[in-house]
């Protein structure tokens, strides 16, 4: 079993075969760069490229952002108040904050709705 290797990537080094990541575990193939060459490289390729990056993040956050909104409105206009049936979506309020609202994924909200409680304002009044 082969347990040097000799890195493809800038450095050129010999290194022990624990050094390479795996390319594929079923084959016992390793990559051609070692660790170190990849990681430098993963980093240079995002520093030259961070404003795609970032704009397919904003991209992705804005269109979950909107779909968590409307699922919530949709929630809303089917779940009146807990306590006096009050359907008006304009006057309820939920128990699920608006940094979830903004960052849980679709499936995460739809389960933290599931469990979540809604009042309308005099209700939740009432509470407090």
């Avoid at 993040?57 to 409307?70: G, P, Q, V």
């Avoid at 389960?111 to 809604?118: E, G, T, Y």
Wanted: glycine share 4%; charged share 25%; aromatic share 4%.
């Amino acid at each position: 079993m082969v347990t040097e290797k000799t890195c493809k990537g800038p450095c050129g080094r010999t290194l022990d075969v624990g050094e390479f990541h795996w390319k594929s575990k079923r084959k016992g193939t390793r990559q051609a760069r070692c660790k170190d060459c990849m990681r430098d490289y993963g980093h240079s390729h995002y520093v030259a490229n961070a404003d795609q990056y970032k704009e397919r993040a904003n991209l992705r956050l804005s269109s979950l952002r909107t779909e968590n909104r409307k699922l919530v409105k949709d929630y809303l206009l089917t779940n009146p108040c807990g306590k006096c049936q009050e359907s008006n979506p304009k006057v309820l309020t939920i128990s699920v904050t608006s940094a979830e609202i903004n960052n849980l994924a679709t499936p995460a909200l739809q389960a933290r709705l599931a469990v979540s409680s809604v009042l309308c304002r005099n209700c939740q009044a009432s509470q407090d």
